[in-house]
């Protein structure tokens, strides 16, 4: 499913559920759990592909990938450059 599909169904999903808590009133009714969790699917699915489309555009101007912890460093040196204190739990 493309991006458009995907958010044009995930705002029927929205709609649904919001017809559903007025109508039963209850956000843990069964139904309305199983629609939120379709819902759920479908934003993680979106951001799987805006993050391959991103990548994909950053590689085809070539602009190497963005890693969040770098192998080569610690979660402290990364703190440290960044000025926020990690702190570590043993």
Known sequence: ????????????????LCEMANDL??????????????????IIQLQRLRKEEAEFKR???GV????LLPASQ?????????RTLFAKHS
């Open 1 to 16: 499913m493309e991006t458009t599909q995907l958010i044009h169904r995930l705002q029927l999903l929205q709609r649904r």
């Open 25 to 42: 009133g209850n956000l843990t009714d069964p139904e309305i759990v199983a629609v939120s969790e379709e819902a759920d699917r479908l």
């Open 59 to 61: 590689a085809s101007e």
């Open 64 to 67: 190497p990938p963005v890693t």
């Open 74 to 82: 610690t979660t402290e040196e990364i703190g440290e450059q960044g």
